[in-house]
Structures are given as C-alpha cells and as structure tokens.
T-cell receptor, first 110, second 116 residues
C-alpha cells in the first residue's frame, strides 16, 4: 500500500471550512484514498473514500487531483465536534488491512 | 445492530499473566481485524481474518494469538503479558464483497490494557 503524508496539526474556526491535505505520490492505479477520523479515545470512524473522481457525502467532500498524487478532505462547516485526528489511507479494494499513519490533529476553535 | 462490541473496556494485568480480549460483531462481516494504538501514534495491525477458520498476521503479531471459529467472534489472546503490550486495542470488521464501498471498516470502542 502507498505511503501518505499529512501535516501533524491544523486549526480551524468553527463554522468555517476545514481543508485537510494528504500527499500520496506513490499511489497505484488500483488503490483508493480513504479518510477516517478518530475522536479522542474512540475507535476510528469512516468518513469518505474515492478513486479518481471527487466525492461528497453527508459528512465531507473529497477532492483528488487529476494525477492522483494528492487529495484534500473538506469539512464544509466545521463544528467543535469535528475536533479529531484525521487519517488519510491509501489501500487496494481487496482485503481489510488498513495502514494508519499518524494523521492530522484538527482542532476546531470557537 | 450493536455493531462491533469489545470486552472488557479496561484491564490491568501483571507481567506474565495471560488474558483474552473479546470482540464480536453482528453485521455478518467476513473480515475482522485487531489493531493496537500506543499513545500519540496511529493504529497498527496485529492480526486479521478474512473468514471463519482463516487468520493471518499483521504488522505487529508477536505475543498475540487469534482464532476465528465463528463469523461473529474474533478473540485476541495475550499469551504472557509484557509492559510493552500496554496499549489501547481496537477490533474492526468489514464486508468482504467487491468494490471499495465494502471495505469501510467499523471499529469497536476499544479495550484499554495496562501491564504492570
């Protein structure tokens, strides 16, 4: 599975959009980009995933560059409850072996 | 559905003791996994299973055993606890079907283990 690089921490004002970047320059053609988050001490929670098209669901939007070497997770209107560690993971569709890095600690400030 | 459940929530062991961490899911998922998370770090895969009767090692399997006799249960056994196994343990499950959607993993609430 390809390696990902994320900034260790980011801040965001409540109500503003939070844009979390992820670099995955060695991604291969059959690997998807997944985003999970972990709110303090809880189990990780799935957010969104994509292959090459932009994706949106009720939680977030995922923007993947055309060359697929980087992506951005967008939380359109961040709330205090979005404060968490966000993990960007690149994985093939088969199997269930997620490889977690250290993620980005997002702090949403009032 | 209860989702993924783990017991106990907290456990303190002495060095050399053995114990079993329980994990169960009621979503009929074929894939189940165990991860450990040390302070300030991401999760690391210990063991995983792609179905009843089938298990394999992950990134950090030493000191742990698993078995999968049913689809629902995936217990993790610590054979002889060591202080280095002090960690938070998460169990996860997912579908095995084709397509990326089915690889969304559902995580349990975790077991916080301290080995003295």
């Amino acid at each position: 599975d390809a390696k990902t690089t994320q900034p260790p921490s980011m801040d965001c004002a409540e109500g503003r959009a939070a844009n979390l970047p992820c670099n995955h320059s060695t991604i291969s053609g059959n690997e998807y980009v997944y985003w999970y988050r972990q709110i303090h001490s809880q189990g990780p929670q799935y957010i969104i995933h994509g292959l090459k098209n932009n994706e949106t669901n009720e939680m977030a939007s995922l923007i993947i560059t055309e060359d697929r070497k980087s992506s951005t997770l967008i939380l359109p209107h961040a709330t205090l409850r979005d404060t968490a560690v966000y993990y960007c993971i690149v994985q093939e569709t088969s199997g269930s072996r997620l490889t977690f890095g250290e993620g980005t600690q997002l702090t949403v400030n009032p | 559905n209860a989702g993924v459940t783990q017991t106990p929530k907290f456990q303190v062991l002495k060095t050399g003791q053995s114990m079993t961490l329980q994990c169960a899911q009621d979503m009929n998922h074929e894939y189940m996994s165990w991860y450990r998370q040390d302070p300030g770090m991401g999760l690391r895969l210990i063991h995983y299973s792609v179905g009843a009767g089938i298990t394999d090692q992950g990134e950090v399997p030493n000191g742990y055993n698993v078995s999968r006799s049913t689809t629902e249960d995936f217990p993790l056994r610590l054979l002889s606890a060591a202080p280095s196994q002090t960690s938070v343990y998460f169990c996860a499950s997912s579908y095995s079907g084709g397509g990326a959607y089915y690889n969304e993993q559902f995580f349990g609430p975790g077991t916080r283990l301290t080995v003295l």
